[in-house]
């Protein structure tokens, strides 16, 4: 992730060197710096997701095939079972991240309608 910018060092990048483009700017960077969290959180739910499937069938081989004649077959299957849980339980951390990375991003939207509001009416004194 790059550094976000100070208001000196935001104001110093824009063209025009105003405030306003420099706030611009720096929520602008939060935005691309949320979209990439958002990606890579989406990007790693898909990867467990595609994990998960995989490991059901395995387990549902091993419970299918094995466990009823081999108490290995049968503690391996458990394990699996408790490993299955716990990643069931990350995707749904992960899925509960997702809701205020994406409302985050709305708010910024809005932040940026605000300022162009507060742009235009010290524009007009």
């Given at each position: 992730m790059n550094d976000t910018p100070n208001l000196d060092e935001a104001r110093a990048s824009t063209e025009s060197g105003t405030l306003a483009d420099a706030f611009r700017l720096?929520?602008?960077?939060?935005?691309?710096?949320?979209?990439?969290?958002?990606?890579?959180?989406?990007?790693g739910s898909s990867q467990l997701r595609a994990v998960i499937e995989k490991?059901?069938?395995?387990i549902n081989e091993a419970s299918i095939t094995?466990?009823?004649?081999?108490?290995?077959?049968?503690?391996?299957?458990?394990?699996l079972a408790e490993i299955?849980?716990?990643d069931r339980r990350k995707l749904d951390l992960l899925a509960q991240l997702l809701v205020p990375c994406r409302e985050s991003l709305e708010e910024k939207d809005q932040l940026l309608e605000q300022l162009d509001e507060a742009q235009a009416s010290d524009d007009e004194d």
């Open positions: 720096i929520i602008s960077h939060d935005k691309a710096e949320e979209k990439s969290l958002i990606a890579r959180l989406g990007e490991k059901e069938q395995t094995y466990q009823r004649f081999n108490v290995l077959a049968a503690t391996g299957h458990d394990a299955q849980l716990k």
